[in-house]
């Protein structure tokens, strides 16, 4: 798929799981609990050391399966973009905007959706190509500050990660989010290896949102 249908396909999922974990195992496990609940777009963060490995073994184990995007989360420097690029990340996610990170995805058409605060980030991402923007940590602002971005850029797509709950997913989905980001409580229940309850969750808000 291309950048723009990878982006409309988390567009029509709107959910995105970002997974941590501690290795390997916890990783994949919590991943795989999630997609079994209806979530089946994942964001492997590179917090866990192997990271790379659980991207390239989801790639490996979903790869009949178009509906399932395994992407890359908190992309900090162009190295680890370059190397979540070469396990087979789908789509490359930063906390923040980092203009040789969006450089590098775009040469290999990969979506880049880089962490953005304000206007000024947003429109700096925009200018370098980034289709969709990240805002983080949502929690520090809430559902109306998107629906004031959406007036002086209205073409902007947002996918809103930080402080998104159950609660609140269909209040940033009414102010013009086009994907939400979650992950908190489903990295603190695989922690405890609580899986069945990461996928019982994962449904819940499948439900919610259909």
């Known amino acids: 798929m291309g950048q723009s249908q990878i982006l409309s396909q988390l567009r029509k999922q709107g959910l995105v799981v970002v997974i941590r974990g501690e290795d390997r195992e916890e990783g994949l496990k919590a991943s795989q609990a999630c997609i079994e609940g209806g979530i089946t777009a994942i964001e492997v963060a590179y917090t866990n050391p192997e990271a790379g490995l659980i991207i390239t073994e989801l790639c490996e184990s979903y790869k009949e399966h178009p509906d399932v995007l395994i992407g890359a989360g908190t992309v900090l420097d162009v190295v680890t973009a370059r190397q ?72 902007v797509s947002i996918m809103v990660t930080g402080g998104v709950n159950l609660k609140t997913v269909s209040d940033w989905f009414g102010a013009g989010a086009d994907a939400v980001g979650i992950g908190g409580e489903f990295n603190k229940l695989a922690a405890q290896g609580e899986f069945d309850q990461i996928k019982s969750i994962a449904s819940q808000y499948v439900d919610v949102i259909t």
């Open 84 to 155: 979540a690029i070469m396990a087979g990340a789908s789509y490359v996610v930063s906390p923040s905007f980092h203009e040789e990170v969006a450089a590098i995805c775009h040469l290999y058409a990969i979506p880049y959706i880089p962490g953005c605060m304000t206007l000024t980030e947003m429109t700096t991402a925009l200018e370098a190509g980034c289709e969709m923007i990240k805002l983080f940590p949502g929690s520090a602002f809430g559902p109306s500050y998107l629906s004031a971005i959406k007036s002086p850029l209205p073409q």
